[in-house]
């Protein structure tokens, strides 16, 4: 049986992920998430993060034949009609997503070139939302969507 717990960025999907790894180990299930880069621990399983919303192969190329819980999947995914998984989605308010996403972006998160910090920090945080808004719509609507197709 396989259980999936879909989200976005900025959403607590870190939180997602390692609630998900303690629910893996308190039931015996397998956890796969693009979070474990190697396999960290027995039952744990890397897979490739998703690239675009709706993206029609990822199931088929990753996700198609695991059993247990994957997730967190941070992109809506085109999933076959005759799918027996089950699933949550977990969302946060758009406007909190996107003030968290400008000021992890811009000032706590690692990883990210000090240009960048600088040119998003000039930006402001309307223009940062406003360039960011349609990837988090275009998100919500997909899931929305799979949630029409798929209500379990």
């Known amino acids: 049986m ?7 960025h900025k959403a607590g999907s870190m939180a997602l992920h390692q609630h998900l790894g303690w ?3 308190v039931t015996g299930l397998p956890h796969h998430s693009a979070n474990y880069e190697n396999a960290e621990a027995p039952g744990r399983h890397a897979f490739p993060d ?7 192969d990822w199931w088929a190329r990753s996700g198609e034949g695991r059993d247990g ?3 967190p999947l941070r992109r809506p995914v085109v999933l076959p009609d005759d799918l027996s998984a089950r699933g949550v989605i977990c969302v946060r ?3 909190d997503a996107l ?3 400008f000021f992890s972006f811009t000032f706590s998160h690692g990883g990210i070139p000090e240009e960048l910090r600088a040119r998003r920090s000039k930006m ?3 223009k940062f939302a406003l360039r960011r808004a349609p990837d988090l719509k275009e998100r919500l609507v997909a899931y929305r969507n799979l949630l029409s197709r798929h209500p379990d």
């Open 23 to 25: 629910l893996a180990s």
């Open 99 to 101: 003030t968290s996403m």
């Open 69 to 71: 819980i994957l997730g």
């Open 93 to 95: 308010d758009p406007r």
């Open 50 to 56: 998703i690239a675009t919303v709706n993206d029609p």
């Open 2 to 8: 396989q259980y999936l717990a879909f989200t976005f």
């Open 124 to 126: 402001g945080i309307d």
